[in-house]
């Protein structure tokens, strides 16, 4: 294997003691990423104690386990949690519980399980082959890598699910998540401590946030609600339409519909983009490694009817993407709050407990990795072993876990493949690019970047 110089991205300073309360509620304003001090990424469990509440940082693996795969029935999502995703996806399935999750699941599920992956793959080539055309007119000046991910992958979610053209409703959408990542996304005390059904200032607000999304979103899927369902499902849309409750026979209604477009619309596209993002910027500041990548997909055929089946030829394009999961993990920390008490392979844990499973602190923990701060893509290279387990969980764990994963990672591979095929690609300045904690983990600003474009492709 070919060694190239490492390189260690920058990342917020880590705080060599406790944040104490105020630090706590600064970070939780700001940004969680710097919240965690140097004890943190070394324990198994950091455990802190603020307002007569404890809150749990388990890195663990078999406390890990217990909690998101042995006794998931014992927790739920954290009041924050809810607080903050709820005007963006409603009842979709990320939030919901209990019978109407199972069904949701159930349903979704296969809509993005390995059979569709074929088809889901012709969607991300069409729309990637889009973005590359888009991208050679201006590959000049300074380019917006980050807006033209985000534009990417809402495309490719909008398309591949709902069979849904988001690009006119596009600008709306994403300035909407960004209004909302500026401000409303953020927690504040009253946030953390009262209880979901004891609404916030701030959630009054978000109620009326709520209710302008759902109304884009309603926008998106109205000519889909006024046909009358085919024959045989077609995507994701037609499957949820079809979907019946096994004991009541009823089906999803229009704002259920809804929900769920906006649940998979969001969850489904601010996290690839974040990642081909960080890939692209990751390998700007690595041309060896880049030039690795593009030496593989020189001469491949990633059109649209093979492209999935391409996937097994790109071994270290996956490894990049693996290891920009690790090291900058779209969702930087689980929550759930304990319903009762539990006792997670000796940690003990009271009713009430707000429980942190944070990749972020579990991908740079230093018991798990050798120099976990560097960007080395042969921890994921064939033949390499296996991250240890439950400490490379980019996409959680157990029943909970990500349903758009094997979809997540066909995107990202196809889509990285290609633009690493048609540019060679440096960042337009060095200002350094730090990850922010909004909803997902953003950069702290969209840096330019100057495309090249290669004549070997
Ligand atoms: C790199 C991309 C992605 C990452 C890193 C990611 C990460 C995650 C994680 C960590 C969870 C579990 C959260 C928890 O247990 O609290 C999750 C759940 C979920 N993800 Fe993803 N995700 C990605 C892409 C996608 C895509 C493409 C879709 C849809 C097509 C999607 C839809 C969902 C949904 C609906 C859930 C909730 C599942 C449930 O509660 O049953 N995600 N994701």
Do not use: K
């Not at 074929?118 to 007119?137: I, Q």
């Not at 093979?306 to 920009?324: S, Y």
Request: aromatic share 6%; hydrophobic share 45%; with cysteine.
């Amino acid at each position: 294997m070919m060694t190239t110089p490492r390189y260690a991205p920058p990342t917020p300073p880590i705080r060599r003691t406790d944040p104490g309360l105020r630090g706590f509620l600064r970070a939780a304003r700001s940004n969680v990423l710097g919240l965690w001090p140097d004890q943190a990424y070394e324990q198994d469990v950091y455990a802190t104690r603020f307002l007569g509440r404890t809150t749990l940082l388990l890195n663990a693996p078999d406390a890990i386990r217990r909690v998101l795969v042995d006794n998931p029935g014992n927790y739920r999502r954290s009041p924050a949690s809810i607080r903050i995703l709820r005007p963006l996806t409603g009842d979709g399935l990320l939030l919901s519980e209990g019978a109407a999750w199972r069904l949701q699941r159930r349903t979704i599920a296969p809509a993005l399980g390995p059979r569709m992956l074929p088809l889901l793959a012709r969607h991300v080539v069409a729309v990637v082959d889009e973005t590359v055309a888009a991208l050679r007119s201006v590959a000049g000046g300074p380019v917006d890598l980050l807006a033209a991910m985000q534009g990417m992958a809402l495309e490719i979610a909008g398309r591949s699910m709902f069979s849904v053209e988001t690009s006119g409703a596009a600008p709306a959408l994403r300035a909407m998540v960004q209004e909302y990542g500026a401000d409303l996304a953020r927690a504040h005390l009253a946030d953390l401590l009262l209880p979901v059904a004891l609404p916030t200032f701030r959630d009054l607000r978000r109620r009326w946030f709520r209710r302008r999304w759902m109304a884009v979103m309603s926008g998106l899927i109205r000519d889909r609600l006024g046909q009358p369902p085919p024959a045989a499902p077609r995507d994701l849309f037609d499957l949820l339409r079809a979907a019946r409750d096994p004991e009541t026979g009823a089906g999803f209604g229009a704002q259920a519909l809804r929900d769920q477009t906006a649940t998979m619309i969001l969850a489904g596209h601010e996290t690839t983009a974040v990642t081909l993002f960080w890939a692209l910027s990751l390998l700007a500041a690595a041309p060896e490694e880049q030039a690795l990548l593009a030496a593989e997909v020189r001469g491949l055929d990633l059109t649209a009817a093979v492209a999935a089946g391409t996937i097994p030829e790109l071994p270290r394009t996956r490894a990049v993407v693996a290891e920009t999961l690790r090291l900058y993990p779209p969702a930087f920390t689980m929550a759930r709050a304990a319903i009762g008490p539990d006792d997670a392979c000796c940690i003990s844990i009271p009713s009430g407990t707000l429980i942190l499973i944070a990749p972020w602190v579990l991908h740079r923990h230093r018991r798990f990795w050798g120099e976990p701060a560097v960007f080395d893509p042969d921890r994921f290279a064939p033949g390499a072993p296996p991250p240890p387990r439950f400490a490379y969980l980019p996409f959680g764990a157990g029943p909970r876990m990500c349903v758009g994963a094997q979809f997540a990672l066909t995107e990202a591979a196809l889509g990285l493949a290609a633009l690493v095929r048609a540019f060679e690609i440096t960042r337009a300045d060095d200002r350094p690019v730090l990850p922010v904690a909004i909803v997902t983990t953003q950069p702290d600003h969209a840096p330019g970047f100057r495309l090249r474009a290669r004549t070997d492709g």
